[in-house]
């Protein structure tokens, strides 16, 4: 079952790629985090990253979870955006097969789950080849 | 005080279906049915795509031409007959997608295939009364068609955006008017996945005599005839249709083509006529005059007409264009796409 209440409060990074950046070492965090990964510290300012970046690696999924059966085989990857942080992602509107290391990909808006017919749809980004 | 378009965006979904995949599986002619309707293929919704997802494209494509912040956008109307939810707005989705969140207003339309000029006429008023400084009008659909109809060839899936506002325009307003009769000529009762029609009577008692009456109203409202207009966009359920109702009020097929884009992407309801509005907005150029008539089913027209402006060249290349989302297309087979649009019952439904 989708957990209304934490997609509710994740919406801003969901929708709109918005992380925070340390004030003290410049790291980007995304997710935005309350204790910066990289030195700890507390002192944050909102950071909206562009949403493209190039896939540093993926895996294609053919067994898939409850709830994204239909959508096999799909790729899920992980992409090094232009701003930093790293981010896992599906790759969607090609084959699986035109999916590779290096390539340069885009986000875009979609629905990422819903809890059946009668409940909540979920949506946020994913990303698809330039 | 003028009003009209900021900033104009739109959305098609990449796949595609050709005529003779679906004609194939139910036997029929495919020649004919092209020839018949004059479409050759339509868009495909991916399985993550809707209405609610296709109206935040269209609309960071039109804030990418508007170029305004989002905080000044004082309402957000999305017109649809394919919303994914019966009860929870599109709108609040699109508005926080857009961050326009959260001092404004927000609301979904429905009107069959003109929910989205409803929506569009609704903010011009808004802004026009000075209530609020900027709107955002959609129109997006992934529209139904039942399973061997003949509305499977056509119902088709995109949108188009629209920022309105009254400074900066691209394309001022020059008036707008509706004709509006209760015509039962189309429609889906609750609960029902696919909508039924009245066969012939979609088409003279229905669309012609609403586009054509709120076409000609319009003209003559502002003192126009066709050949004071560069560009006709008429809502498109197919191929046929608009080119009978142009040739009926005296324009050419030159000045239909450009905004005509059913042959290529099928009936995007909600979104066509404002989908044709964004392809001659691409190409427009300064002081040209475009006359946009959608019509809904049971039914209605609202009809207006635009004067581009100089700001038009500033703001077409911001954004991708409509015809970049027609040329870029993956075609699929009828199992794909009846996978895709949910036509198969699976085993524990």
């Known amino acids: 079952m989708t957990e209304v209440p934490r997609f509710w409060r994740e919406i801003p990074q969901r929708y709109n790629l918005i992380g925070n950046k340390c004030r003290k070492c410049d790291w980007i965090n995304f997710p935005p985090r309350s204790i910066c990964k990289k030195c700890n510290d507390h002192d944050f300012e909102r950071f909206d990253l562009k949403g493209e970046g190039k896939i540093i690696t993926y895996t294609i999924i053919r067994a898939a979870p409850l709830g994204f059966e239909d959508l096999v085989p799909y790729a899920i990857a992980i992409i090094r955006l232009d701003d930093g942080p790293r981010i896992t992602a599906q790759i969607v509107d090609c084959d699986s097969s035109e999916v590779d290391i290096g390539k340069r990909v885009k986000v875009c808006f979609r629905k990422i789950a819903e809890d059946g017919k009668a409940g909540a749809i979920s949506y946020g980004y994913k990303f698809k080849l330039v | 005080m003028d009003v009209g378009i900021v900033g104009y965006g739109s959305y098609i979904p990449v796949y595609r279906i050709k005529v003779e995949a679906i004609a194939k599986v139910w036997g029929q002619d495919a020649e004919t049915m092209r020839k018949g309707l004059k479409v050759d293929e339509k868009s495909v919704p991916a399985p993550d795509e809707d209405t609610a997802t296709i109206a935040v494209e269209a609309s960071r494509n039109a804030m990418l031409r508007a170029r305004i912040n989002p905080k000044r956008i004082g309402a957000v ?273």
């Not at chain 2, 609040?92 to 997608?97: D, F, G, N, V």
């Not at chain 2, 502002?222 to 966009?233: A, C, Q, R, S």
């Not at chain 2, 197919?238 to 109702?245: E, T, V």
């Not at chain 2, 239909?256 to 909600?270: A, D, R």
């Open chain 2, 77 to 349: 109307y999305v017109g649809s007959e394919s919303h994914p939810y019966a009860v929870k707005p599109t709108a609040t989705i699109l508005a926080e997608a857009l961050e326009a969140t959260p001092n404004l207003t927000a609301a979904d339309f429905e009107f069959a295939c003109k929910a989205g000029t409803a929506s569009m006429q609704a903010i011009f008023g808004l802004v026009k009364a000075e209530m609020i400084e900027y709107g955002v009008a959609v129109g997006s659909d992934t529209s139904q068609g039942a399973p061997g109809g003949a509305l499977e060839y056509t119902a088709a899936a995109g949108g188009a955006s629209f920022i309105i506002g009254k400074a900066n325009l691209i394309a001022k307003l020059n008036g707008t008017r509706s004709f509006t009769t209760d015509t039962p000529d189309f429609w889906r009762r609750e609960r029902q996945a696919y909508p039924r029609h009245g066969g012939r009577f979609t088409g003279e008692p229905a669309y012609f005599k609403h586009i054509l009456t709120a076409s000609k109203n319009m003209m003559n409202g502002l003192g126009l005839e066709p050949k004071d207009i560069n560009y006709f966009v008429p809502h498109q359920p197919n191929g046929k249709f608009p080119r009978q109702a142009a040739k009926k009020l005296g324009f050419t097929e030159d000045q239909l083509l450009q905004g005509l884009l059913s042959p290529q992407i099928g009936n995007t309801y909600s979104g066509a006529s404002p989908l044709g509005l964004t392809a001659v907005l691409d190409i427009a150029k300064p002081d040209e005059k475009i006359l946009l008539t959608s019509y809904g089913s049971g039914a209605g027209s609202d009809s207006f007409v635009f004067t581009v402006t100089d700001k038009i060249l500033e703001v077409q290349g911001l954004a991708p264009k409509t015809s970049d989302y027609i040329n870029k297309k993956k075609y699929v087979d009828y199992g794909t796409y009846a996978k895709y649009r949910g036509k198969i019952n699976l085993a524990d439904e």
